[in-house]
């Protein structure tokens, strides 16, 4: 079983402020995801990373690939308080994820 | 993205009874599936892995003969709590897998969840 550990488990800043969230793994990773949930809802995909360095951006969110594909990145530039969720990665054949990242942003 | 549907979104049942959960996978075909369970404020949970024509995969601890699923079609994937306790009371999400594409690796997409609540 490939187990991912997620960091900070909860965050709360203030509207503008940057922040980093971690996703990592003693495993090597054919790709990872990440979503956000919002209470009462389905996890929604951001993005899914698949190159060992890789890095993709989303508007003001950045998601980066470890060289070694054990790990990665979410960084976000400028929270707004629409960014309010649970950030989950998730990878492996049988899509297990992290335990989540539960991010505050207050206005 | 792509869009699965899960049905219904809420349901409360008597404790004893039974409950089924729809998973669909409204415009693409996916040969495996995937039902998560969440409590509050934690993460998913996954409870098992649907394989289109075949028997499901569960994950330890979990009753296969609790916790029945079929995936009947590439298209359809169901979960029936049978003889629901107010333990079972949870978040039930699914969600389906894209066909391997060679180029991207396995993309996921997620139902909107099922509130179970046992009384």
């Known amino acids: 079983t490939q187990l991912l550990e997620q960091s900070p488990q909860f965050l709360s800043i203030q509207e503008g402020e940057n922040l980093t969230v971690y996703c990592n793994s003693s495993s090597v990773f054919s790709s990872l995801q990440w979503y956000r949930q919002e209470p009462g809802e389905g996890p929604v995909l951001l993005v899914t990373?698949?190159?060992?360095?890789e890095v993709k951006k989303l508007k003001r969110l950045t998601f980066q690939f470890g060289d070694a594909r054990k790990d990665s990145s979410l960084h976000i530039t400028a929270a707004q308080p629409g960014d309010t969720g649970l950030y989950l990665c998730a990878g492996g054949s049988d899509m297990r994820f992290g335990a989540g990242t539960r991010l505050t942003v207050k206005p | 993205g792509a869009v699965v549907s899960q049905h219904p979104s809420r349901v409360i049942c008597k404790s004893g009874t039974s409950v089924k959960i729809e998973c669909r996978s409204l415009d693409f075909q996916a040969t495996t599936m995937f039902w998560y369970r969440q409590f509050p404020k934690q993460s998913l949970m996954l409870m098992a892995t649907?394989?289109?024509?075949?028997?499901?995969?569960?994950e330890q601890g979990v009753e296969k003969d609790k916790f029945l699923i079929n995936h009947a079609s590439l298209t359809l994937s169901t979960l029936t709590v049978t003889s629901a306790h107010p333990e079972d009371s949870s978040f039930y999400i699914c969600s389906a897998r894209t066909p391997f594409t060679g180029v991207e690796i396995y993309e996921q997409y997620f139902g909107p969840g099922t509130r179970l609540t046992v009384t």
């Open positions: 649907s394989n289109e024509g075949s028997k499901a995969t569960y």
């Open positions: 990373v698949v190159t060992g360095g």
